[in-house]
């Protein structure tokens, strides 16, 4: 390892890493330095082996109250008990294990698809990997917008900025060049380093790679390491919660059952049974793992649609989003920018009607401002780069103009680079032995510049400032996007400040047209009851155009909707009045990076989860800020995808909306499974208890409880978990973070269908036992069959009061259809199967006994779906 790096000259840093400046590395060389000194990234957690994943199931409360229960039954000599316990263990433990394998594995490989890229020089050309494959004396490429993907020495720099909180908790951004530095310059001044995670803000480089992975500054800083596996997610948690809760409650309740049965005289090995099989059968084992699948699921859907979900628990988030914020370019619009207008002092040249066009002394001078300070090379438009520069560069050679020539004529001496808080960009040129200061950007941030103005006449004090700002605001009215031009002749190279004393050249003017999806997509966010909000560098006319464009403004009732950031209330000292006047706007023009963030912040203050997008280093903070960050994949830089948490691979605003429908789904598929399986393990407790505390025969018998449960909990929860959801979802609001997962009403309606079922065994019990007077095995058999189809009839009772019966997501949900089957060819094949029928009690039934059973199952059906009906439930 080297021991200083800052402090030795390139060359020999570049001779002790045994590389080659502008070849880089070979691949042998790579391959060997990879075995010494292992992968790129920072140790994390070691992931759980296979078989510690399958052993950890083991330690789960519900199992061992199972455990606790196959004991018991082994020690009071029920074998057969005992052994069933036993393999309810195993299933429980191997689905679950199963599960969490699955969900691991998926993802994992969706947090490869968000992997660091970086660029490296491999072979004499240049290559983006993974950034883990980077080795010590590699030689990378860093630019605007880059995580550095290693520690490494710079080699050379342009106006290279980089911001280094996540090292050092400072926020500005820090300069840095290629000089070589004392020894004992301490890590935050080492300026001709740069150190893994931090992220490139401006400039670019190239730079030597000198130490990788833990050996980092920031793999040093044990804290910062992250663990592998997030623990469990919120909703695995609060599943977990509520599990815990009811195994309490039955365990209190078999008790109970048990000392009550006594009392009544039964027979008392029958009711410890029962005690314990209740126990086993009442409790969720499904409820946790299932939600695991449900979650992995989506994230897996989502990623077909190309959104790429970095953290299973984001999904959930998703579901809970208020606002949406969003930039302009390129998100809302399409970000195919061509030149409309050139505004000239005393003339527009107007590209849309194609009108006269002459190459006097006035356009030129404009135009090469246009091509000089500008960071597109000619010829690599296809390569990135901004857009707005591209079409200036577009405009320039369908002018006639050649850009080369331009460009050789005035080689670049500096660059000011683009800087999103004073919304301008520089450089500085030698021409014919003098010096020309080249300046584009915001109109209001050129004018503070510039005292003079170029006209055909020559140059002129610039005394009509407002009647600029007036020419851009009318354009911007239209939708159009602005940018100003100045320039200014120097004999000498200006030593300090050269951004004064400027001559005002004209203004551009750039169609940006919105998104033709965007409209759609921003009527159902507003169905959802989901705001969105523009937060933009541009100008505000220009923003609240567009707005109306996309339906996010109303031309018409658009007052105090829109907001400049220069009269943005202080955010320390907010009054109410300044509150709902921020609550109510939906655009935010000129916007800088603080500015964004504290807007987030608000919004959470206010107890809104807040998505936002975005795709510039300038975002990362934001993006991070926010509940939900949203990054772009294509137009997004490495450090946006870095901190967010989702990001988008078509760079679609349209895209949100369907991670958000997802988010929503799942949250209400857990909660249709959560009261589908508690309903129909409630209902057990009930008819058992009530006979227990009655002179009724059991209506159930312990190996039934465990029989029915393996059968009716399983497949349809899990059909439940699959569901595609409510078409409707998308026009309800947002759901209230604090909410819990079992409202009060999601609580009465499990117990309204518990009881619908109880009544309905209950019903059947009395029916054959006292009515008819059936032998007591008969009856049980009765009540056990109705049990089973009121508890498959009981999915029916999910989708919420305002659908229709008939059509709504569980009857349109397939795999509910097929594990009703399922269950159904169980039962068929217990009622046939000797051993089976043996161990379960079963006994042949007639015809008019499965007529009964018919009857009173679809009676439990009724009751629940009138107790729907008349509004009791959900
Ligand atoms: P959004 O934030 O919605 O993407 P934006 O692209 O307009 O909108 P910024 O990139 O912050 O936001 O730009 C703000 C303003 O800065 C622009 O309106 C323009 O006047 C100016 N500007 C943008 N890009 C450049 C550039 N490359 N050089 C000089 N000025 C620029």
Not at 855 to 865: D, H, I, K
Request: aromatic share 8%; with cysteine.
């Amino acid at each position: 390892m080297i021991a200083f790096p800052h402090a030795l000259s390139t060359e020999e840093l570049i001779y002790q890493l045994q590389s080659d400046s502008a070849e880089g590395l070979n691949k042998t060389e790579v391959d060997e330095r990879l075995g010494q000194y292992g992968l790129n990234s920072l140790s994390r957690k070691k992931p759980k082996g296979i078989l510690r994943m399958f052993f950890e199931q083991f330690i789960d409360p519900i199992i061992f109250l199972l455990t606790a229960a196959m004991i018991l039954a082994f020690v009071f000599g029920e074998w057969i008990e005992g052994y069933a316990v036993l393999a309810v263990i195993l299933l429980t433990v191997l689905i679950g294990f199963f599960m969490e394998w699955q969900a691991r594995k998926s993802v994992d490989a969706l947090q490869k698809m968000a992997l660091t890229k970086a660029r490296v020089y491999r072979n004499g050309t240049l290559e983006i990997i993974q950034a883990q494959f980077l080795v010590p004396g590699d030689i990378i490429k860093l630019e605007t917008g880059d995580v550095v993907p290693a520690d490494a020495r710079l080699i050379e720099a342009q106006s290279l900025g980089v911001k280094e909180s996540i090292l050092t908790g400072e926020s500005n951004q820090i300069n840095k060049s290629a000089e070589m530095l004392p020894k004992e310059t301490s890590l935050t001044e080492q300026f001709n380093m740069v150190f893994n995670g931090t992220f490139v803000s401006r400039g670019n480089a190239r730079a030597i790679v000198v130490t990788t992975g833990d050996k980092t500054s920031i793999g040093q800083i044990s804290t910062l390491t992250q663990t592998a596996h997030k623990g469990r997610t919120p909703l695995e948690h609060k599943l977990n919660k509520l599990s815990h809760l009811l195994i309490w409650f039955t365990l209190a309740l078999a008790l109970l059952i048990i000392i009550a049965g006594y009392l009544q005289g039964k027979d008392l090995s029958l009711m410890i049974k029962t005690g314990i099989a209740l126990a086993v059968a009442a409790i969720p084992e499904g409820l946790p793992v299932v939600a695991t699948i449900s979650l992995a699921r989506g994230m897996l859907r989502l990623a077909r649609q190309k959104v790429i979900i970095k953290k299973l628990e984001s999904v959930q988030t998703l579901g809970e989003t208020g606002i949406v914020c969003t930039d302009k370019t390129g998100t809302l619009t399409e970000n195919t920018m061509a030149v409309q207008k050139v505004m000239l002092p005393e003339r527009v040249v107007n590209f849309e009607t194609k009108l006269e066009f002459s190459k006097d002394e006035l356009f030129s001078q404009i135009t090469a401002v246009a091509v000089l300070c500008n960071n597109v090379k000619n010829g690599e438009e296809n390569a990135g780069g901004d857009t707005m520069e591209i079409a200036l560069l577009d405009m320039a050679r369908n002018t006639g103009y050649n850009i080369e020539e331009i460009r050789t004529n005035a080689p670049r001496i500096v660059e000011i680079p683009f800087d999103t808080e004073l919304k301008r960009m520089a450089t500085l040129h030698s021409i014919n032995g003098k010096y020309l200061v080249c300046v584009k950007g915001a109109i209001e941030s050129i004018l503070d510049l510039c005292d003079t103005v170029l006209t055909d006449t020559g140059v002129h004090n610039l005394t009509d400032k407002s009647r600029w700002l007036s020419l851009v605001d009318q354009h911007a009215a239209v939708g159009l996007r602005l940018l100003a031009f100045a320039n200014r002749e120097l004999e000498e190279r200006p030593t300090g400040e050269f951004l004064n004393n400027l001559t005002l050249l004209g203004v551009m003017a750039f169609l940006d047209p919105p998104r033709e999806d965007v409209k759609e997509a921003i009527k159902t966010y507003r169905a959802a009851g989901i705001k969105v909000v523009m937060i933009t560098g541009d100008h505000p006319a220009t923003a609240k155009k567009i707005g109306e464009e996309i339906g996010l403004l109303d031309p018409e009732n658009s007052e105090g909707l829109v907001i400049h950031s220069g009269s943005l209330p202080d955010f320390e000292k907010l009054t109410t009045v300044d509150e709902s006047r921020l609550l109510n706007a939906v655009v935010f023009a000129r916007m800088i990076p603080k500015q964004k963030l504290d807007l987030i912040t608000f919004y959470q203050e206010q107890n809104i989860v807040v998505g936002m997008l975005g795709d510039g280093v300038n975002d990362a903070p934001a993006l991070k800020k926010a509940d939900i960050g949203i990054a772009m994949g294509i137009r997004g830089t490495e450090a946006a995808k870095e901190v967010a948490d989702v990001i988008l691979m078509d760079d679609k605003f349209t895209s949100t909306e369907l991670a958000i429908r997802q988010g929503r789904n799942i949250f209400e598929n857990v909660r249709q499974f959560v009261v589908f399986l508690m309903s129909c393990n409630l209902a057990e407790i009930i008819a058992v208890a009530a006979a227990s505390f009655s002179s009724l025969p059991m209506p159930l018998l312990p190996l039934q409880i465990l029989f029915l449960n393996m059968v009716t909990d399983i497949f349809p929860a899990l059909a439940l978990g699959m569901g595609k959801g409510n078409k409707d979802i998308m026009s309800q609001p947002p759901r209230d973070p604090d909410e819990p997962l079992m409202t009060k009403l999601l609580w009465k309606s499990t117990v309204i269908y518990s009881i619908s079922i109880t009544v309905a065994v209950i019903g059947i019990t009395l029916y054959a036992y006292s009515y008819k007077n059936y032998s007591a095995a008969v009856a049980n058999n009765m009540a056990f069959y109705t049990l089973i189809l009121g508890q498959l009839f009981n999915v029916f009772n999910l989708p919420k009061r305002n659908t229709s019966f008939l059509k709504n997501e569980v009857t349109g949900n397939p795999y509910i259809w097929y594990a009703i089957l399922i269950s159904l060819l169980l039962v068929v094949f217990a009622y046939f199967i000797p051993v089976v029928n043996n161990v379960l009690n079963l006994v042949p039934l007639a015809f008019d006994e499965f007529a009964a059973i018919a009857v009173f199952s679809l009676l439990s059906l009724f009751l629940s779906q009138l107790a729907k009906r008349t509004g009791l439930t959900i």
